[in-house]
T-cell receptor
Framework: DPKIIQKPKYLVAVTGSEKILICEQY?????MYWYRQSAKKPLEFMFS???????DNQTASSRFQPQSSKKNHLDLQITALKPDDSATYFC?????????????FGHGTKLSVL | GDSVTQTEGQVALSEEDFLTIHCNYS??????LFWYVQYPGEGPQFLFR?????EKGSSRGFEATYDKGTTSFHLRKASVQESDSAVYYC????????????FGTGTKLQVVP
């Protein structure tokens, strides 16, 4: 059984629209992350949350907003979508959020912006 | 800031060949170093980690030794199999904020029978 569930697996959007990527983890971890993978920048860190608080944000654009409604949820809202946002978005988790812990990744959401 | 460099974008080997994938890093202090493997359609999976100089990490026949002198953490395997074909990522635990890992650009390994 997958311990980190990302929905949907594939997502097609039109330029200018808004989408929400869902992530739930069932590992009992307190830290969650978003990474983006594209041909241009493989596995680029976006956000880290620990105990539902934002720890780090390396995303330049405010169009990307993480949302943590529950301890084991970290959704990613993307507004005003652009073709350059096309990528696979991976959610990850770790026990407490310190950088020497192994990360557990979901299978990703592949976003295509037309 | 911290950085991770993987020099090989792609590596092609035959089964039973020896594998080396190079990873060099730049960081202050002693960052934790990691190797992850990614198969098509999946997220990266943790292989192993090392946290201090001369520590060896290993898993599934793969190994790497933390070398602070040469700032390296090269991945090696004595005899690769076709099932090892995947993308391999070197990563380090970011030392400035200490809250996330920074990944290298990845090395695609293709092993032919």
């Amino acid at each position: 059984d997958p311990k980190i569930i990302q929905k949907p697996k594939y997502l097609v959007a039109v330029t200018g629209s808004e989408k929400i990527l869902i992530c739930e983890q069932y590992l009992g971890h307190n830290a969650m992350y978003w990474y983006r993978q594209s041909a241009k920048k493989p596995l680029e860190f976006m956000f880290s949350y620990s105990y539902q608080k934002l720890m780090d944000n390396q995303t330049a654009s405010s169009r990307f907003q993480p949302q943590s409604s529950k301890k084991n949820h970290l959704d990613l809202q993307i507004t005003a979508l652009k073709p350059d946002d096309s990528a696979t978005y991976f959610c990850a988790s770790s026990p407490t959020g310190i950088s020497n812990e192994r990360l557990f990744f979901g299978h990703g959401t592949k976003l295509s912006v037309l | 800031g911290d950085s991770v460099t993987q020099t090989e974008g792609q590596v092609a080997l035959s089964e039973e060949d020896f594998l080396t994938i190079h990873c060099n890093y730049s960081a202050s202090g002693y960052p934790a170093l990691f190797w992850y493997v990614q198969y098509p359609g999946e997220g990266p999976q943790f292989l192993f980690r090392a946290s201090r100089d001369k520590e060896k990490g290993s898993s599934r026949g793969f190994e790497a030794t933390y070398d602070k002198g040469t700032t390296s953490f090269h991945l090696r395997k004595a005899s690769v199999q076709e099932s090892d074909s995947a993308v391999y990522y070197c990563a380090l635990g970011e030392t400035n904020s200490g809250t996330y890992q920074r990944f290298g650009t990845g090395t695609k390994l293709q092993v032919v029978p």
